[in-house]
């Protein structure tokens, strides 16, 4: 039984560029995707490939006005998803995604509060671990540190802290990684690997990196222009995809055939 | 702490010059005034020219311009403000009795505008675009177009006449010898009108702001990551939304006291409240120069030292002030 | 679509609009229908209104004509209001240029000069300046100037600091053209939107101030103002009320005018500039 099961996806965005008969083209037409428990999924595509559009739908974080048609279902969940306590979302910029006028211990500490009943002393203690386990060094002091102290690594490490504090099944990471250098990168992806694999946490990787997104999924799933051209494992999709897209992907990737930065097997990082 | 006494250090070096200028332009001004003290002085009271040679030399005022200015400026750093010729006393003096009125008129005016007006600004902006939105909207912009003393008439028309719920003038029940909790008691139900006269059109104005601000901030993206997060929508607005747009609106009660001060002028005159604004009109209606520029100066003073306060609250308020200077 | 049609689209723009052309037409009807001395008597003092439709509104203390006050009032009102902000905005964006653009020691100088007149007390500085020179219109058009300029002042400051590192500045500068003549003609222009953008919350406020000096009996003593009226109607305030109250919604209503249609002019404009 998946995690979640989407049939017949399609969104529109109001406003969005005419199609023809002067309705809008839709974002995500007619996608069909499930997601296992536990599995790492990668959703590859560049802009206007609707990659972001699948998560924030999947989220429940889209726009009013947008027109969904389709379903996302949950089988394993009783009532619908709720953000924070079954979805965990990491943005792009992790510098728009905290508050600059409290500190990153409270934003933390606030997650833990509102989805597991903790007084304020408990969900503290409980950020103080949160921000251990994403490694920002000196977790007790950093609980009292303001956003714009922290460098963009370490503020996205806080974001995914604040993400996970509820302990979701799912976590979306949309382009968590684009805004970042690319040693950070890395590191964010070697995080994002070991909280998943600690909690038996479902992930979902958007990228448009299919090179990065490779060190870290068991399943590849490549978007263009609003639908899934390929979905696959991994390991087949890298070295020998089906589709020319795909493919023209993969070698506009320069020196994909060096070494990868990420190990592609569980073990060493470089 | 040290980011704040940075500031604050390099705050008053720039205003010790603005007061100067302040000082010596205000001098400038009222030179320029036809006649001078000893004047309005012969005109009330009566005089040969005689007297006016022996008044002009005694009170320093046949002495060239220069001159009088930097004995002012001497004058002024022994805090000795001069005569007052309306009053015949010691202008400082007169300044310090009449000033705390105009302080409380002011704090408690400022509170009520402050408080009730970014309040009312959460309540709007809570909602943007609902029916309270619109109509706090519209009904705080129909306010902030009223007059101050037009405001204070009507309400002491209503209240004070009519209604006889309270004093229609002055600080204080005159001579009622009340002491302690009673006579506290007595100066609050004097101060009532004047305070929400001179509150109300700053209420309106917070109201507005606090409203923008709010309507700003829930378009910031960190908003969207605290919905994603699943914090509840209360705590959003009031911890994370109003408490991003309160900033602007700390600044602004910095710049609302000079006008604030201005509008204690007319609402002191409508409601007979013996301070400072009402000093200063029966300064100009006694031609009393001295006296003037005094006030002029202290309120000028007044100015500075609340902008001041309001930057080191502002310091605390927001973490982000003075950071690159702690790093570099 | 054009800022006129954009503006239209508000109703708060129509009826701030709406307004504005009622006083505009009080002001310049006034003397068409109220010919004559407005402070001139006109019947029996303290007639109450709607009795003698030769006087609509009744007359005041002295027996003038409430109407036509009211009337005449606009014009003052009207031109105070525009004169004032013209000046303001005039003085402010001179001065704002021309620290913007020197920089260094004139743009401390000027800016500590904004400071110290924004320190005093806007009002406080008018009552000083009027009492000096004397009341008349003129005076108290200046007196409401001098504490205005600084708004435009710093606006127009903080736009030329953006504007002066274009290329068609540094453009300018390679010609050869002189730098007062670069300020003036290629810079100000262009940091003026922005600036007229506070035109009508000065106009509201010049108005304002305008009232309350009157107020005090420090206005044009020939002229007939609102303000004047207020103060006038002060002395029976308990039997004939509605002498200070009808100017006081006649201000009220002529600045709420004001910030309507200041407000849809700016939202037409901000619009634009957003998407440029």
């Known amino acids: ?270 | 702490m040290t980011r704040a006494l940075r500031l604050l250090r390099r705050r008053l070096i720039g205003s010790v010059f603005v007061l100067l200028i302040v000082v010596i332009g205000s001098f400038l001004l009222l030179e320029a005034a036809p006649g001078d003290a000893v004047d309005a002085y012969i005109v009330s009271t009566g005089g040969d020219a005689g007297l006016v040679e022996s008044l002009r030399q005694r009170w320093g005022l046949d002495q060239s311009e220069p001159t009088r200015l930097a004995n002012y400026l001497w004058a002024l750093a022994h805090l000795d403000l001069g005569q007052s010729v309306a009053f015949s006393r010691p202008i400082r003096d007169l300044i310090l009795e009449r000033l705390p009125n105009t302080l409380l008129l002011m704090v408690s005016a400022t509170a009520l505008s402050f408080g009730l007006g970014s309040l009312l600004g959460v309540v709007a902006g809570a909602r943007p675009g609902s029916a309270r939105d619109r109509l706090l909207s519209i009904g705080s912009l129909a306010l902030y177009a009223v007059p101050g003393f037009w405001l204070g008439l009507v309400l002491s028309v209503v209240f004070a006449v009519q209604l006889r719920w309270l004093p229609i003038a002055g600080i204080e029940t005159i001579a009622s010898g009340k002491t302690g909790f009673a006579r506290a008691a007595d100066v609050a139900s004097h101060l009532v009108l004047p305070v929400a006269a001179l509150g109300f059109i700053y209420l309106a104005l917070y109201l507005r702001m606090m409203r923008a601000g709010m309507a700003q901030v829930w378009r910031q993206d960190f908003v969207r990551a605290l919905i994603a997060r699943g914090i509840p929508r209360r705590r959003i607005v009031i911890r994370h939304v109003a408490r991003n747009a309160l900033l602007p609106l700390v600044t602004m009660l910095g710049l609302q006291s000079a006008q604030m001060l201005g509008g204690s002028v007319v609402i002191e005159s409508v409601f007979s409240v013996p301070g400072l604004g009402r000093l200063a009109q029966e300064a100009v209606a006694a031609r009393d120069t001295p006296l003037l520029l005094g006030i002029i100066l202290v309120s000028a003073v007044l100015v500075v030292f609340i902008n001041l306060a309001v930057d080191i609250a502002y310091a605390f308020l927001d973490p982000r002030v003075g950071a690159s200077e702690a790093r570099t | 679509m054009s800022r006129m049609a954009r503006f239209f689209r508000s109703p708060e723009a129509i009826a701030g609009a709406l307004i504005l052309a009622a006083l505009a037409l009080m002001a310049l009807i006034a003397p068409l229908l109220f010919p004559g001395d407005p402070l001139a008597i006109a019947g029996p003092p303290l007639t109450p209104p709607f009795q003698d439709w030769a006087l609509p509104l009744g007359t005041d203390r002295l027996g003038r004509d409430v109407l036509a006050e009211l009337f005449h009032g606009a014009r003052t009102s009207l031109v105070v209001g525009l004169a004032a902000a013209a000046a303001s905005l005039a003085i402010g964006a001179v001065v704002g240029t021309l620290a913007g653009f020197a920089g260094g020691l004139t743009d401390e100088v000027l800016m500590r000069v904004t400071d110290a007149f924004q320190t005093v007390p806007g009002f406080l500085l008018a009552l000083a300046f009027v009492s000096v020179v004397g009341p008349s219109l003129g005076v108290v058009v200046a007196a409401i100037a001098l504490s205005a300029w600084t708004g435009p002042a710093r606006v127009a400051r903080a736009e030329v600091l953006s504007i002066r590192e274009r290329d068609y500045v540094a453009g300018a500068r390679v010609i050869g053209m002189h730098p007062l003549e670069i300020a003036f003609r290629e810079v100000l222009p262009n940091a003026l939107p922005p600036v007229l953008a506070l035109s009508s919350v000065i106009v509201a406020a010049a108005i304002l101030t305008e009232a309350a000096l009157s107020f005090l009996g420090l206005g044009d003593p020939n002229r007939v103002t609102w303000g004047g009226m207020i103060a006038e109607g002060r002395a029976v305030l308990r039997s004939q009320p509605f002498l200070s109250i009808v100017p006081g919604i006649a201000l009220v209503l002529t600045v709420l005018g004001i910030y309507l249609a200041g407000e849809g002019a700016v939202e037409g404009t901000a619009v634009r500039r957003g998407l440029s």
């Open chain 1, 1 to 270: 039984m998946p995690l979640v099961s989407i049939r017949g996806l399609t969104v529109t965005y109001e406003g969005g560029e005419a199609a023809h008969k002067g309705r809008p083209l839709p974002a995500l037409t007619e996608t069909d995707l499930d997601i296992a428990a536990g599995e790492r999924l990668a959703v590859i595509g560049e802009s206007g490939s609707g990659k972001s559009t699948l998560a924030l739908a999947i989220a429940g974080l889209l726009p009013a006005s947008a027109t969904i048609e389709g379903k996302i279902e949950w089988p394993g969940l009783r009532r619908g998803p709720a953000h924070g306590r079954d979805i965990g979302f990491v943005f792009q910029d992790p510098a728009a995604s905290l508050d600059p006028v409290l500190t990153i211990g409270e934003q933390v500490a606030e997650v833990a509060r509102t989805h597991l009943g903790l007084g304020w002393k408990e969900a503290y203690a409980r950020a103080a671990d949160l921000l251990g386990r994403v490694r920002l060094p000196d977790p007790r002091r950093a609980l009292a540190a303001y956003p714009h102290q922290l460098s963009g690594g370490q503020k996205q490490r806080v974001c995914i802290a604040a993400a996970i504090a509820a302990g979701p099944k799912l976590l979306i990471a949309d382009e968590a990684t684009s805004a970042l250098d690319t040693i950070v990168q890395a590191e964010i992806v070697t995080l994002l690997r070991r909280l998943t694999e600690e909690d038996g946490m479902t992930l979902l990787f958007i990228s448009h990196d299919i090179a990065l997104a490779a060190g870290l999924a068991d399943r590849i799933a490549v978007f263009r222009h609003g639908r899934a051209v390929e979905i696959g494992p991994a390991a087949q999709v890298i070295e020998a995809p089906r589709h020319a897209y795909t493919r023209a992907l993969l070698d506009a990737h320069i020196g994909l055939d060096a070494a990868p930065l990420v190990a592609r097997t569980a073990g060493t990082a470089r």
